[in-house]
């Protein structure tokens, strides 16, 4: 064997790249000196692209397919080398594989709040994030201005730019939307398209396109997101006023339950202020009257209706308004002798030994004179 046929069979015969990671773009083929045999097959595989470099020009791509590297197939090659179809000496070109797959699941989001116009809120700051996919659309485009000679390029390593241009993109579809912030989270789906258009447009002059993105959430600042939060409570319980009347009663029924707790001998309390806060304005126009005119003061709040409870056969029902034990005793279901409680109140008393429940048995006309 002579020194050249040695020589030949040193050289490279099959070139091809299989990626054993799910982030590599740009993979260079490495041979010592670049010098790869004429003849050589070159194998190109679904997802992926080959990129010729030759004495620093770009020389051909290769899409998908088995090809020999010869001069019938490489008509670029040919003019940049000036071979003949009788050379058939090694040359030295760069091979460099470019991944053409979708690498998805990449990450945006806005480092700012976005300052918008909304038409039932006003001047509102949002955060948007969500996920994106990238992938090359022109690989020998996309190799001389982002690559350049880095022989093993990743997604990490243009990761930065093209978040830097979503989320420019973001905040124009998002403040020229004109959709109300409560609508947004309806209109993700179009709003992520219409990102995704406006990115590939700012994108393509790298070779790189932006199949798809997506808006997973539009967040409010925590101070708006609890005042909204505080406005969906108001239209849930709708009536505040009804609210309140039941929030009261409901407190009322907690601390009669414990009768000698100090919720209950504080709320005791309160009402019996609202209570000489009312009689002392019920008694205002047959008092002393000043004897200088002064400013009229504000009128009082209005008395604090009791409500009672009634004991029964060991049992504690209630509890009920003072209308309620009208009924009751018309009724005969509350008696004279019957024992009440209410709160402020010293003990269970009968009914006809308290003022306030008294005038209710004297509105009952008396029994029938016997013969009648």
Do not use: C
């Amino acid at each position: 064997m002579s020194i050249l046929d040695f020589l030949s069979g040193q050289f490279i015969d099959v070139i091809e790249w299989t990626d054993d990671t799910r982030d590599t773009m740009v993979y260079r083929f490495d041979r010592y000196g670049h010098e790869i045999k004429y003849g050589a097959k070159l194998t190109v595989r679904e997802g992926q692209a080959a990129v010729f470099i030759h004495e620093g020009q770009l020389a051909d791509v290769f899409m998908p397919g088995l090809y020999m590297l010869e001069t019938n197939n490489m008509p670029i090659m040919t003019s940049l080398q000036h071979w003949d179809h009788g050379f058939k000496s090694p040359f030295k070109s760069e091979i460099y594989f470019v991944a053409t797959r979708r690498f998805t699941d990449l990450k945006w989001g806005t480092k700012n709040p976005i300052t918008l116009r909304d038409p039932e809120f006003g001047p509102v700051r949002l955060r948007a994030f969500g996920t994106y996919a990238i992938k090359v659309s022109d690989p020998g485009k996309f190799l001389t201005e982002i690559v350049g000679t880095d022989g093993e390029f990743t997604q990490d390593e243009v990761q930065f730019q093209l978040r830097n241009m979503i989320v420019q993109s973001a905040s124009r579809a998002l403040a020229g939307s004109n959709i109300p912030v409560l609508d947004m989270a309806a209109n993700t789906d179009g709003l992520g398209k219409i990102v995704a258009d406006q990115v590939t447009v700012t994108t393509a002059d790298y070779g790189i396109a932006v199949p798809e993105l997506y808006i997973e959430n539009i967040s409010l600042p925590p101070a708006v997101e609890e005042a909204l939060d505080k406005r969906t409570s108001m239209g849930v319980l709708g009536d505040l006023s009804k609210y309140q009347q039941y929030a009261t009663a409901e407190a009322m029924q907690t601390a009669a339950a414990t009768p000698n707790s100090g919720m209950g001998a504080g709320l005791g309390m309160g009402m019996g202020m609202g209570m000489a806060q009312g009689i002392a304005g019920a008694a205002g126009p047959w008092g002393a009257q000043p004897q200088h005119h002064a400013a009229p003061a504000a009128p009082p709040p209005p008395p604090v209706e009791h409500v009672w409870h009634v004991a029964e056969n060991g049992e504690t029902k209630g509890p009920f308004s003072k209308a309620a034990l009208g009924r009751m005793v018309s009724a005969g279901e509350v008696k004279r002798d019957t024992h009440v409680w209410t709160q402020g109140q010293d003990g269970w008393l009968k009914a006809g030994d308290v003022d306030e429940l008294a005038q209710l048995f004297t509105v009952m006309p008396p029994p029938p004179p016997p013969g009648i």
